[in-house]
């Protein structure tokens, strides 16, 4: 992913840099982002809470962070098989976790929500397709 990152990065018409670190180890300095995108990646990072605080602590205090995410599903019968297919799906798709409560992540990583939309994907399978997106700012 990190090659075409670089390769994606090359055709832009500003600069960006490609920081090539662990999401729990970000190594930017205090207060000095004005946005965090965070995409289809609470999922899989280890220690989800922990990139969070670094992305809170990264950010400016007028800073948002700005997420799309699957996760657990509000549905008794899905979530059960959220949890049944969860440890073979987790070594078959590169660590993803069906499990994971997204708000409750964000918020534990020192963000209040501001905004909160979520549905299932139209043509994914339920147990995978759960989707959050919205806004949240450090607290």
Known sequence: ???RARKAARGTAFPIEIL??????LSLPNASVDTVLVTYSLCTIPNAVTALEGAR??????GRLLFC???????DGV?????????VWSIVGGGCHLTRDIPKLIRDGGFSIDKL???YLPKSPKWAGFNYWGTAQPC
């Open 57 to 62: 602590r990264a950010l400016k205090p007028s």
């Open 69 to 75: 995410e699957h996760g657990l599903a509000p549905d």
């Open 1 to 3: 992913m990190l090659a």
């Open 20 to 25: 090539a670190e662990r999401a729990e180890a």
């Open 117 to 119: 939309d979520t549905m």
């Open 79 to 87: 979530r059960r098989w959220q949890q049944r297919i969860e440890p």
